[in-house]
């Protein structure tokens, strides 16, 4: 059982600090956001996590979470302090290492004896060393330091600490490297062992992998639409050949999320500053920025123009599962379609108060899908969300004023859309024209 500090609340925070706990550690959730500290001493979740209100609940009935704003108490009595503070994307893509440093100087401030100090954010090569140098600037008690980055998925947060899939740990001493490989027992056998730098870059080389993959089967659709294939089949033949894996091949509208947009360009930033031209994780982005204007581009092809036109948006999410909308494709998609004269409305079962502060009144938001569907010229379909994937198609062609559907995700399959007359445009599949728009050459 280890006194751990988590410093930063947010869903990794939280999320790891609790599973920590749950594993039989003291663990003190702390956070500068005091609202948010308020909120969680009274049971209430600050974002939405399956599974997380239950865990969260046990543990502080057990004792062993507790949440406070008085940081510099939480590190005093902790012998192991993580970091987990946001590290947001600035306006020229680096890493904002703002709140970073500011916990590096508080820890410095306030550290009373030996302790061991864990970077858990994503941090470009190099952030271990300048926190290290932040932290001596303030004392001279001793410490180690550590980098051991979080893989964890939103949607799936729980699941992914609780049984994750490897640790990373990197340590400026061995004992160090002891104690926090110990703290992982319970959750995984595989532990890499490897310098705090090597630590911080595969963090980076994982993401920019998986967004990869994305970006690649995205290429490969737009090929497919160009040729009548189908991406759904060239994933399915790819994948199955264990070398390159069935995950992380599903084309669509590109990917979102606080993390893949934001550590690409992290990523990009790194290599330039050691002079090294990453050409490919520049393709990366530039295909996932293209894939959004390619949804609207679809649905200009079959509405002609959107000047008039209600194009109802399913899901704002950047993916099913989550309320978090950071650089999710709705954020930038609806925005384009209001400009080009259309009347948005837009469905998420969670999402919608996180748009709503971003977006405001550019559209009008509902947690109820056929409503938002009801007369609609258009749907355009942007998060997986089970409840669009189990839509009743016969009663969504019914009450729209016409049946066109544009799908960011691949739901449905070709031949229902065909039976049931909807002129159908997903992504790197053959498109399905309900027979009035064929003879109009769509
Ligand atoms: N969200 C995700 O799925 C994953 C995120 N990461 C990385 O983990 C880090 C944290 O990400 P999130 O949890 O999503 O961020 P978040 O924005 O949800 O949470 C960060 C929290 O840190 C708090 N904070 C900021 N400055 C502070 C300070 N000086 N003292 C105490 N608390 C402070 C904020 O109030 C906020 O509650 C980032 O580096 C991110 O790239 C890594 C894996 C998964
Ligand atoms: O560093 C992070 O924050 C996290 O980033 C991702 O997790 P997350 O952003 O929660 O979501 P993913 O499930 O990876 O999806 C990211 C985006 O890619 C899209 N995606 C995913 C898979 C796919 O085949 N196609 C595709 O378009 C999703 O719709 C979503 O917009 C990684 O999967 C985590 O391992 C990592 O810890």
Same mark, same amino acid.
């Given at each position: ?17 609790? !599973? ?29 996590? &399956? ?7 046990? /543990? ?11 940081? &510099? ?87 992914? !600490? ?12 061995? /004992? ?30 994982? /993401? ?50 606080? !993390? ?60 099913? /599962? ?12 609806? &925005? ?107």
């Amino acid at each position: 059982m280890k006194k751990i500090a988590m410093i930063g609340t947010g869903y990794v925070g939280l999320v790891s600090g609790t !599973c920590f706990a749950d594993a039989g550690n003291e663990v003190t959730c702390c956070d500068i956001d005091q609202d948010k500290i308020a909120k969680l001493l009274q049971g209430s979740m600050p974002i939405y996590e &399956p599974g997380l209100t239950e865990l969260v609940t046990k /543990n502080l009935k057990k004792g062993t979470l507790q949440f406070t704003s008085e940081i &510099p108490q939480a590190i005093s009595h902790a012998e192991i302090i993580y970091i987990a503070v946001g590290t947001p994307m600035t306006v020229t893509g680096e890493a904002d290492l703002t709140y970073i440093k500011q916990v590096a100087k508080t820890i410095g401030e306030h550290l009373n004896e030996y302790k061991v100090i864990v970077t858990k954010s994503t941090v470009p090569v190099g952030t271990g060393k300048l926190i290290a140098s932040i932290i001596k600037e303030q004392t001279d008690t001793p410490f180690d330091l550590v980098s051991n980055p979080e893989f964890l998925r939103e949607g799936v947060a729980i699941k992914d !600490c609780l049984n994750m899939e490897r640790a990373v740990i990197g340590a400026t001493s061995e /004992n160090a490297w002891q104690l926090i490989a110990d703290l992982h027992r319970p959750f995984t056998s595989k532990i890499v062992k490897t310098s705090v730098e090597t630590a911080e870059l595969i963090k980076y080389a994982a /993401n920019a992998f998986l967004a990869t993959k994305i970006s690649f089967i995205n290429d490969i659709a737009n090929i497919c639409e160009r040729v009548d294939a189908d991406v759904t089949k060239v994933s399915e033949g790819i994948g199955l050949d264990s070398r390159i894996g069935q995950s992380f091949l599903q084309a669509g509208v590109g990917f979102g999320g606080s !993390c893949f947009p934001k550590d690409t360009a992290a990523l990009r930033h790194i290599s330039q500053n050691v002079g090294y031209n990453f050409k490919l994780i520049e393709a990366v982005m530039e295909t996932n920025e293209q894939q959004r204007v390619h949804m609207v581009n679809k649905l200009v092809s079959a509405l002609g123009t959107l000047e008039g036109k209600t194009i109802s948006v399913l899901g704002l999410a950047f993916k099913p /599962n989550t309320d978090d909308v950071r650089s999710s494709p709705a954020l930038d998609i609806i &925005p384009q379609l209001v400009t080009m004269g259309a009347e948005v409305r837009a469905y998420d079962p969670i999402a919608v108060s996180e748009v709503k502060k971003r977006l405001g009144y550019q559209c009008t938001y509902s947690e109820n899908l056929y409503k938002t569907i009801e007369n609609a010229d258009a749907c355009l379909v942007l998060t997986d969300w089970q409840q669009v994937r189990q839509i009743d198609l016969t009663k969504v062609k019914q009450i729209m004023k016409q049946p066109i559907l544009v799908d960011g995700r691949n739901l449905f399959e070709l031949e229902t859309m065909e039976q049931l007359g909807f002129t159908y445009l997903s992504v790197g599949r053959p498109i399905v024209k309900q027979a009035s728009l064929a003879t109009k050459g769509l």
